[in-house]
């Protein structure tokens, strides 16, 4: 039996978000309902979700409605109107917890995606060597990574080998 008085909160809270977990789709969900499966541990930043019937199934941290629900989130820096925007191209190798931290880093940074497993894409105003002391301090001793500027033909790196180090210094040349 339907109660003609309940509640209907369909119209502030849609049931829009699906799932995808091993192949399998489920949903649709609200965003509360997203909000409690992150509080619970079962919504990561690599959950494959889509919004609407027709989405596509991007990771839940490419959804700009779910990035917040997942923890370690935090909102991202202000920047001034006048710096300079440039795009990055960013390889990074960690375990679990520095590759969230370091997504977080990048989420803090501007707007990115994840190409591959460990590449990522960034715009953002943040310079390369302040982006550098950002992912090393959240990587430290857990990870390393390459970072370009591709805006400025700028290189930066942390964890490579003293080698990979001489051998980037004598490859990389760049325009001054």
């Excluded at 119209?11 to 995808?20: G, L, Q, S, T």
Aim: glycine fraction near 8%; charge should be neutral; proline fraction near 5%.
């Amino acid at each position: 039996m339907v109660d003609r008085n309940a509640l209907d909160l369909s119209a502030i809270d849609p049931p829009i978000w699906r799932v995808m977990v091993d192949g399998a789709v489920y949903g649709p969900y609200t965003l509360g309902q997203m909000k409690v499966f992150a509080e619970e541990g079962r919504l990561l930043d690599t959950s494959k979700v889509a919004s609407g019937d027709g989405g596509a199934f991007l990771s839940a941290f490419e959804h700009k409605e779910l990035r917040s629900l997942i923890p370690g989130y935090t909102t991202p820096i202000a920047v001034a109107p006048t710096e300079q925007a440039a795009n990055f191209l960013i390889t990074l190798q960690s375990d679990g917890d520095g590759r969230r931290a370091a997504i977080a880093v990048l989420n803090k940074a501007g707007r990115f995606a994840e190409l591959m497993p460990g590449c990522f894409i960034l715009h953002s105003v943040m310079p390369i060597k302040r982006l550098r002391e950002d992912l090393s301090t959240v990587l430290a001793e857990r990870g390393r990574f390459v970072i370009v500027n591709a805006s400025s033909g700028r290189l930066a790196w942390m964890g490579l080998s003293p080698d990979a180090n001489d051998f980037a210094n004598a490859v990389w040349k760049r325009d001054a």
